[in-house]
T-cell receptor
Framework: GQQLNQSPQSMFIQEGEDVSMNCTSS?????WLWYKQEPGEGPVLLIA?????ELTSNGRLTAQFGITRKDSFLNISASIPSDVGIYFC??????????????FGQGTILTVHP | KAGVTQTPRYLIKTRGQQVTLSCSPI?????VSWYQQTPGQGLQFLFE???????NKGNFPGRFSGRQFSNSRSEMNVSTLELGDSALYLC???????????FGEGSRLTVL
């Protein structure tokens, strides 16, 4: 099935470092969502973006909706061990009947060394 | 407020059998979506239900089906199981006015 191109696939960083990951698509999306998934659990919503150019923060997390509407970025500042997990981007088509259908990136596996 | 609840959490089936998974959405959420997660294909959209009607369907064979009840609870069924159906099946719910999906912990299906 269709997927977004998410990079990097994995990251190994030291505690305290900043992290950046991004997603690109050949299609335009009206909404971008960022999720984090830990082993044995479902994805947890981190940030939702609804407007091109929008920059939104959630604590140490900051995400941006690309101007072209074909990309999005997630930054994590001052990483801590509990940031470990898999981060997914997800794009969503126009509203109405398409809201429940997300197209996911392949995920970025984040490892933080104390 | 309780989150999305999925049952069972784990189950093992053999090829050819069928399976039914259940999902209770967040209270007040009327839309329920189902996703399949595998190491090879990642997260793939199965279908979405709203007010007991299927509104969207992903690219899965007809062996995969679902339904939604009047209380918004949803079930999905997979018939004639194949080894490749082994996966984590995730249910997500949302309100009608936003695109923010909230996921349950999933049902881990193993087909032997």
């Amino acid at each position: 099935g269709q997927q977004l191109n998410q990079s990097p696939q994995s990251m190994f960083i030291q505690e305290g470092e900043d992290v950046s990951m991004n997603c690109t698509s050949s299609s335009i999306f009206n909404t971008w969502l960022w999720y984090k998934q830990e082993p044995g659990e479902g994805p947890v919503l981190l940030i939702a973006l609804y407007k091109a150019g929008e920059l939104t923060s959630n604590g140490r997390l900051t995400a941006q909706f690309g101007i072209t509407r074909k990309d999005s970025f997630l930054n994590i500042s001052a990483s801590i061990p509990s940031d470990v997990g898999i981060y997914f981007c997800a794009g969503q088509d126009a509203g109405g009947t398409s809201y429940g259908k997300l197209t996911f990136g392949q995920g970025t596996i984040l490892t933080v060394h104390p | 407020k309780a989150g999305v609840t999925q049952t069972p959490r784990y189950l093992i089936k053999t090829r050819g059998q069928q399976v039914t998974l259940s999902c209770s959405p967040i209270s007040g959420h009327r839309s329920v979506s189902w996703y399949q997660q595998t190491p090879g294909q990642g997260l793939q959209f199965l279908f979405e239900y709203f007010s007991e009607t299927q509104r969207n369907k992903g690219n899965f064979p007809g062996r995969f089906s679902g339904r939604q009840f009047s209380n918004s609870r949803s079930e999905m069924n997979v018939s004639t199981l194949e080894l490749g159906d082994s996966a984590l099946y995730l249910c997500a719910s949302r309100t009608t006015n936003t695109g923010e999906l909230f996921f349950g912990e999933g049902s881990r299906l193993t087909v032997l």
